[in-house]
């Protein structure tokens, strides 16, 4: 088990329970407390349905139980489990509480962080998390913090900073950047014409799908130059007509504004339609795989060093996080030294499950899996 891993998707996930439920009907005992079924359940729901095999639609996996993309998932998930519950009694032994305060405070960042509080809402939506789980996830993702800083006295200096910043030129070098806002209005011929078969009442010909996708595609183009034409004239308008026009949530409540970014970092229409703009002139509407953008180009950067003053907030931000899961990861390993964990169901086992996974992929690969083993072991 990699528990590096393990603790960073714990500690900068918002989306994981808090592992804090009712203490009865264990599975797995974990000093005086443990993991219920219900906890086992919710986070197998919660990981199977966010898993990007579960959207590529590869079956029923609690129809196989046994199966190896089930029991991948089960390992992971026992495994987190067990780590919240050893962290959540270490946090109680040392007394940590959070405050409603320190939630709000925590929550109001990451909607800045996202863009919005509709960015974050839908996003929630789309992963299927209820705000009232979210905030208990933010609110055990605060006391994680709090406990690392406790154990680690986490201080990271302008000094530190400074050092990082020196030390790693290469982190912070740049090409030539442009700063644009754009209004997307979507345009995507597959999405229409899956739509177009999902709402249809009655069966389409191959024909008259095509036609009908033509038609909403011409739709949207004429849309984008009836806003293109009016912002030509008046650009001022343009972080108001993004809020109201752009099906790009994530920019459109910054008014449209994507920040600096690299030609490399777009796809090439909007890249190349970008970087050949002129500076606070509106463009005509360019046409990518999302659909029609209309772009102002606000500002250049030329290729270079970003400032320091610029990033340093960034790398305090980064030396803490990475301090703050190396304390953590220290504070598992010295808990599971002294903790008593007993599974008393052994399908429960990590270890169990590891030689079922074993097992599947030596059978499947003629005994690799123990070569692979063996080697191992001599070293």
């Known amino acids: ?43 197998m729901d919660k990981a199977i349905a966010q898993a990007p095999y579960a959207k590529m639609g590869l079956g029923d996996l609690k129809g196989n139980k046994d199966g190896f993309l089930y029991l991948m998932t089960e390992q992971r998930v026992i495994n987190q489990l067990i780590i919240q519950e050893l962290l959540e009694q270490e946090a109680q032994a040392r007394e940590i509480k959070v405050t409603n305060q320190e939630v709000d405070e925590a929550v109001k960042e990451l909607i800045d962080k996202m863009g919005g509080k509709d960015l974050l809402t839908k996003t ?19 006391k994680m913090e709090k406990l690392a800083n406790a ?13 990082y910043y020196t030390k790693n030129p290469d982190k912070f070098k740049h090409g030539n950047q442009v700063r644009a806002s754009h209004i997307l209005i979507s345009a995507n011929p597959y999405q229409i014409q899956e739509e177009l078969k999902a709402n249809s009442k009655n069966k389409l010909t191959d024909e008259q799908i095509k036609a009908e996708v033509e038609k909403v595609m011409a739709d949207k183009k004429a849309e984008a130059e009836k806003l293109a034409n009016e912002l030509k004239a008046d650009n001022s308008k343009f972080a108001q007509y993004a809020k109201k026009y752009s099906d790009d949530e994530g920019s459109a409540v910054r008014g449209g504004d994507l920040g600096f970014f690299a030609k490399d970092k777009m796809v090439p229409e909007f890249a190349n339609a970008a970087f050949s703009a002129k500076p606070n002139t509106v ?19 030329e290729a270079g060093i970003v400032p320091y003053e610029k990033v340093k907030n960034d790398i305090k931000d980064f030396l803490t996080s990475e301090k703050q899961i190396v304390a953590l990861d220290e504070i598992i390993q010295a808990a599971k030294k002294k903790s008593k964990i007993e599974y008393l169901d052994e399908r429960y086992n990590p270890d ?19 070569k692979v083993k063996n080697q191992k072991n001599k070293k």
């Open 1 to 43: 088990m990699n528990g590096k891993k393990i603790i960073t998707t714990l500690m900068l996930s918002t989306l994981l329970f808090s592992g804090c439920g009712v203490k009865n009907n264990y599975i797995i005992k974990v000093n005086d407390g443990g993991v219920t079924m219900k906890e086992y359940n919710q986070m």
């Open 124 to 142: 929630l939506r789309q992963n299927g998390v209820s705000v009232a789980d979210f905030k208990k996830d933010v609110k055990n993702q605060v």
């Open 352 to 370: 169990v499950i590891g030689d079922k996974l074993h097992k599947q992929v030596n059978d499947a690969t003629n005994g690799a899996a123990d």
């Open 283 to 301: 463009t005509d509407p360019v046409k990518s795989q999302f659909g029609y953008h209309i772009i102002m180009v606000t500002d250049r950067r």
């Open 151 to 163: 154990y680690g006295k986490i201080n990271i200096t302008d000094n530190d900073c400074k050092k």
